[in-house]
């Protein structure tokens, strides 16, 4: 079932949410005994179902949120209160959040369950989900594959049915390439759309809660109840998505949608073309005027990313030194021995060459020729797509210019890993949402997905969109 057929069965009394919570668990605690199992889960909490009892109780009553009693997974570097939290790195195991991060507080408040912590790359840095102290998460569709990442491991707990929605973040692609690898819905909402507070930082200015879902009204159900200004989070703002319920299909005639040449030429995948040009076509025949467009700064946007992104994280990371925050090496003898030995165990190798590029590019000497500049080409690439949507209401790309890869494959050639994020990481830039659909498979059975992209707040146009495609069938 999908979270709105589970909310509609509960409130039917057709279902109570202590035999959804023990069928995920079951789902769940089979898997582990699989010879491979999917590892998406770290931990799933062993009071989510005492806590079903509860909104079953409180359902009977008439209590309880508009979310009473539905299971809800959440990403390693979400915070939720009186959990361990460890973003899938030795530098933090061990430390139990003190509080819930916004988002995780408002769903719960709203009567949502979590049943557990999801495993991700570590810190949020990798596009496969390999980068974990907690090995990786296989993909449900091929246990051979990588879930894409960072959040690989939300993405593989909705796809194999150990959870009906899960919440992920985004820096530069993390919720949406999991989510077109593993076959299901990705968003990323507009920056500010949720707020941040209680999110561990990678990169401030990129970093967005995402939600993954099997469903487009899925995801509305959630967007509905988190959404909004916060006082913890001065970048959240009203978006105006508290009132996205129902969510209607959209009349897709008259829609306007741009095709970007640079994401159809070298080094896509064929039969993501092939798939993406369908959906493409699905729009037209269904009334929507779709054009190519040429915007060729997109082509600088993996290279802007991969220099502001280590940048915000070498600064961010700098807090877990073994003294204020995290792993404290036990073997030093100076303070320069303490903070050098506690981040060199504590840090796994991605990390390290991230906060290396980072400090790289915001040194003397190099600041100018790197982050300076890069700033401000993120500003002509703002520029540039303010402009293509004066003309266009939604941008069509595909999400991944690959289809999931095998375990391993990529871990030793960290540039070809970081061009998985080719058609995501502009999103991330300038600051805009992005929803990841399922538009079929190729022949070797692999999901693809295509990426719908709006101007800010325009994520009841993108969902509604997917909606009539999704009722459409995607035919």
């Not at 009892?53 to 009977?60: G, I, M, P, S, W």
């Not at 303070?335 to 060199?344: F, I, N, P, V």
């Not at 040194?363 to 100018?368: A, C, E, I, L, N």
Request: with cysteine; proline share 5%.
């Amino acid at each position: 079932m999908t979270l709105t057929e589970l909310k509609a069965a509960m409130e039917r009394g057709d279902l109570s949410a202590k035999d959804a919570v023990a069928a995920f668990r079951d789902e769940y605690l089979e898997d582990c005994k699989h010879p491979q199992p999917l590892n998406c889960y770290i931990e799933f909490f062993d009071d989510a179902l005492a806590k079903a009892e509860k909104a079953d109780a409180a359902r009977a009553k008439g209590e309880g949120g508009g979310l009473c009693g539905l299971p809800l997974a959440v990403k390693d570097n979400i915070l939720v209160e009186g959990k361990p939290l460890t973003c899938a790195s030795g530098v933090l195991k061990g430390f139990t959040a003190p509080y819930s991060a916004t988002v995780v507080d408002r769903l719960v408040s709203d009567g949502m369950i979590v049943t557990g912590r999801t495993n991700m790359d570590e810190f949020g840095m990798g596009s496969s989900c390999e980068y974990s102290i907690y090995g990786p998460t296989r993909n449900p569709v091929d246990r051979e594959l990588t879930p894409g990442g960072s959040s690989g491991g939300s993405a593989a707990a909705v796809a194999s049915r150990m959870a009906p929605a899960a919440l992920g973040t985004e820096t530069g692609g993390s919720v949406r390439l999991p989510a077109a690898f593993c076959g299901v819905y990705g968003l990323k909402p507009s920056y500010g759309t949720l707020s941040r507070y209680g999110v561990v930082a990678f990169g401030s200015s990129l970093d967005q809660i995402g939600m993954l879902a099997r469903s487009p009204d899925d995801i509305a159900l959630l967007l509905a109840s988190c959404s909004g200004a916060d006082r913890h989070d001065a970048t959240s703002e009203e978006s105006g998505l508290e009132e996205i319920l129902p969510l209607r299909p959209k009349e897709i005639g008259g829609v306007r949608a741009a095709l970007p040449e640079e994401f159809f030429g070298e080094g896509i995948d064929p039969e993501i073309k092939e798939k993406v040009k369908a959906f493409a076509s699905y729009l037209e025949r269904n009334g929507a005027v779709v054009e190519p467009l040429s915007l060729p700064i997109l082509k600088s946007a993996v290279a802007m990313y991969y220099i502001i992104a280590p940048a915000e994280a070498s600064s961010n990371l700098a807090r877990y030194d073994g003294i204020r925050y995290g792993f404290r090496s036990d073997d030093a003898v100076t303070l320069e021995d303490l903070y050098t030995s506690s981040r060199s165990k504590g840090f796994g190798k991605e990390v390290k060459r991230r906060i290396f590029l980072g400090n790289y590019v915001l040194s003397s000497g190099y600041y100018d020729a790197y982050y300076k500049k890069a700033q401000q080409v993120r500003t002509i690439l703002c520029s540039g797509l303010a402009g293509v949507f004066d003309t266009y209401d939604i941008i069509v790309s595909p999400t991944s210019p690959c289809t999931p890869f095998r375990i391993g494959e990529k871990v030793d050639d960290p540039l070809s890993m970081y061009l998985t994020d080719i058609c995501t990481t502009f999103v991330n830039l300038a600051l805009l949402p992005s929803l990841s659909v399922p538009c079929g498979k190729t022949r070797a059975g692999l999901p693809v997905g295509v990426q719908i992209v709006g101007k800010r707040f325009s994520e009841a146009l993108l969902l509604g969109i997917a909606k009539t495609y999704h009722e459409s069938g995607g035919t």
